[in-house]
């Protein structure tokens, strides 16, 4: 029984050994495959990354030592500007300001603090730390909302000085490659030293952006490194995580508000934590420098240091050249213009690397500035004494600029009065202003032209009128009839600009003229209102861009971007960059000419007489158009002969009406005299290229046509037997075809206005057909009968009446244009190729020597007494005899005045603005 039961617990036994060992090779066989199946994982993640890694930093080159010793401790060298004669202008301020030291002058408890805090295994490293690297990347994968970070010192280095703070995965990959190589062949003094050279760390006293130890303690609390404290030298360590945080100052340079002062304190409580930690204090110095008011150490607001000389152009400059700088860059790297454009972080990275190879390469820049005309041109400036009065505490502004036409060189430039510390804007280049009627040639008078619609000699009516739900007015509400596109423009009429735009703005004219001619500030909606006619966009338009647009008249319709950095050299002469331009056709030279004809009657017997008589040399071929935008806010003047380009702007800092009570002249001519003036002193350093003799010259296919002045077609018998007949030129592809049918011989063998005529342009429904009467040789109008349409003498004078109330309260003298008895036109005449111009004889009778006007419009013979003096309209003393304006056209139009029975200046609104409260042109 005994041994029965011995046996029956030794097979017990040896079932349980059995069964134990089964799960023993079991458990054993589970872990040895788990652990296959995370060996072969691992390698297949570690080859996946590595992989992945390897592409990331598959176009890094492998860097030379010397190559990284440049970058890592070429700090800044500096880049110089020169003017177009090579005369030295000045160095390019950094926006960063960075002093260099020795490691040796670095306190010790400085670098305990910077080492605890932003690297604590410095000293232990390869340049990277692994772990930490894996942890900063499960943070970024999985949006953590706790970020440790995973540079190591080294790596922050190479960020700073060979990378650029761009967030990604390649510039981090690239990052750990580059640090790897560093530690490689620098020590760690090295390393060290370098770091605590270029670190950020926000803002100092002035406001100015610092990098650098020794900038940070100079600039935060006035003292050298040397003498930081331990609670000083916390601070400062603490402030690269986030210099703009952490700083105690706002970017003027003043205290930030209690609570924003706070952050930096904290971090650098924390900073003193990671020290005792570490070992490198004890708990009663934690303490005593947790407790130290650091407030009282932090030094007062200081002012940035100047620039000694021409500082509103070296500030220009350096945009301009970081700009290329950018571009030259990206290009390197395979981007184009148009990426950076649309995406603004690569836009930025490219920025940053653009500064650092100004700041550190010690470039030379050649600009295109005169170095004598500029300083004239501040002088000028400066000392005017007919800007007008200060409002609110705001002093009239004036910016201006000077281009050369064929080259696009801006010679010269003034960005304001005077640069100080209270006003640093630059208003030629800097800021944008609605151009007013200074938007008349370029976006309506030409592209229409161009087009086909109109010529010099297209008629239309001045009177009142709406274009939809925009109904547009003129100066103080006045009209003028029937006038001619050349005479509109030359006074400065707002109803037909905005008519003929209206008939070209289905073609896109902003888009197909406008900014084919530099302008970069429309918007979309720009492009769709009418009032962009008369030069309100939505925001403005630059002078620089506004006066290198009508460049393009004078440049025979091809616009040539204007530039001022001509040549970038480095220091041991290789050209890196040379300007070349690049000529872009926008109109027919016909066009150009058209156009350039037209607005010298501007100046002759327009908007801008008072020009001429403020020239020293008032001979030369100008030809411009000023412009005013709502509200007398801004007042325009640009002009161009066949060298050059030149425009100025007025206006206070805050838009608010120029004009002002008790003042000699009106805001136009306190414009118009600054221009006279700023072209004077430049004319003096240059007379050859500012005032040249040469004048334009007429190109092909420019012809001499009699018109119409009733409706701008060929002249009939009707029109000439009513002495309606006169002359202009044209591009011969767009002459007149069809006779005149707006005048008809009536049944009591009179002339009178057609009805289907009237009723075809809608002229029918004025009601009042002397609203159609020109304001010059009224008389010959009043002959015409009414065709059946109504028209009394009562609403003749009560019509008289209302256009002689938008005379001007600001008088202006006026030139005058004689009168001239000629034969009537005939067919022949009619046929005729129009002559170049005398260019010896400017300001002879009848418009340079040119065939004499045709009797329709100022025949001195049909009324002796009457005063067809051009844009005089009423007495003017009579003066016959005085040179005409007119120049360079064969039987050259008359010129209707403003009929106000004095000299005052025909204005003009852009804006619909009621009667009394418009502006000039």
Known sequence: MDRKDDNKNKSSTRRTAKKQKGSRIGFGLIFLTFLSLCIVFGCFVFGLGAGYFASLVKDEPVRTVAAMK?????????????????????????????????????????VDAVIATEDENFYEHNGIMPKAIVRAAIQEVTNSDTKTGGSTLTQQLVKNQVLTNEVSFDRKAKEILIALRVERFFTKKQILQAYLNIIPY????????????????????????????????????????????????????????????????????????????AGYITESQMQEAMNYDIRKDFTQKST?????????????????????????????????????????????????????????????????????????????????????????????????????????????????????????????????????????????????????????????????????????????????????????????????????????????????????????????????????????????????????????????????????????????GKVIYQHKSKPVKVFSPQTAYLTIDMMRDVLNHGTATYVRPQLNNPSVDWAGKTGTSQDYKDAWFVATNPNVTFGTWIGYKTPKSLQCVGCSLSYSQRNEKLWAELINSAAEVNPKLVTPSKRFKQPKNIVA??????????????????????????????????????????????????????????????????????????????????????????????????????????????????SSPSPEPSETSNEQTAPEPDSNQPDRQNGTGQPPQSAGGQNTQTNPNSNSQGNNGGSNGGNTNSPGPHENKPNGPSRPGNGNGNNNKPEDTETNHPPGNADQD
């Open 70 to 110: 440049q970058d890592l401790y070429d700090y800044e060298k500096t880049s110089k500007l020169y003017f177009a004669n090579n005369e030295y202008i000045g160095d390019i301020r950094s926006d960063l300001h960075r002093e260099k030291i020795s490691l040796d002058k670095v306190p010790q408890t400085l």
């Open 202 to 277: 926000g803002r100092e006293a002035s406001g100015r952006n610092i990098a650098g130890i020794k900038t940070a303690a100079n600039g935060i609390f006035g003292i050298e490194p040397e003498k930081l404290n331990l609670a000083q030298s916390a601070f400062l360590a603490g402030l690269p995580q986030s210099p703009s945080y952490y700083t105690p100052y706002r970017a003027n340079g003043e205290f930030k508000s209690e609570e924003g002062i706070q952050p930096g304190i904290n971090r650098m409580k924390y900073v003193l934590k990671r020290m005792r930690g």
């Open 304 to 572: 940035l240091p100047k620039v000694k000389k021409y500082p509103e152009l070296v500030y220009e400059a350096e945009k301009r050249v970081k700009e290329i700088l950018r571009e030259q860059i990206a290009e390197e790297d395979g981007i184009e213009t148009d990426q950076l454009d649309k995406d603004k972080t690569l836009k930025e990275k490219y920025d940053e690397l653009a500064d650092r190879a100004l700041r550190q390469r010690g470039y030379r820049i050649h600009t295109t500035i005169n170095k004598k005309m500029y300083e004239k041109m501040q002088k000028v400036a400066k000392n005017y004494q007919y800007y007008g009065p200060d409002k609110d505490g705001e002093r009239v502004e004036t910016g201006s600029i000077m281009i050369e036409n064929k080259t696009g060189k801006i010679i010269s430039f003034v960005g304001s009065r005077e640069y100080t510390d209270g006003n640093q804007i630059n208003y030629a280049m800097g800021t944008v202003r609605p151009n007013g009627s200074t938007m008349k040639p370029l976006l309506d008078y030409a592209p229409a032209m161009e087009e086909g619609v109109i010529q010099p000699g297209s008629v239309f009516a001045d009177v009142p009128k709406s274009f939809g739900n925009y109904r547009p007015n003129n100066y103080a509400g006045g009209f003028h009839g029937l006038v001619s596109a050349r005479t509109a423009l030359a006074n400065s009429y707002n109803i037909p600009a905005v008519e003929i735009y209206s008939k070209i703005i289905s073609k896109n004219p902003a888009k197909k003229y406008l900014e084919k001619m530099g302008i970069t500030s429309l918007t979309k909606a720009d492009h769709e209102n009418l009032s962009l006619a008369l030069g309100q966009p939505t925001y403005g338009i630059s002078v620089e861009e506004n006066v290198n647009a009508y460049a393009t008249f004078a440049n025979n319709g091809k616009f040539v971007d204007a530039y001022m950095i001509d040549k970038i050299e480095t220091d041991d």
């Open 705 to 818: 046509r009699s018109y119409c002045t009733s409706s701008g077609m060929l002249p009939s018998e009707a029109c000439s037997k009513a002495g309606l007949v006169q002359s202009d030129i044209y591009n011969a592809k767009f002459v007149p075809g069809a006779a005149d049918d707006s005048l008809i011989f009536n049944s009591y063998g009179g002339i009178s206005f057609n009805p289907a005529f009237l009723q075809r342009k809608g002229y029918d429904k004025l009601g009042d057909l002397s609203m159609l009467f020109p304001r010059v040789n009224t008389e010959l109008w009043q002959r015409l009968g009414s065709g059946g349409a109504s028209r009394s003498s009562s609403s003749q004078s009560e019509s008289t009446s209302t256009n002689s109330s938008s005379s001007s309260s600001e008088p202006t003298p006026q030139n005058t244009q004689p």
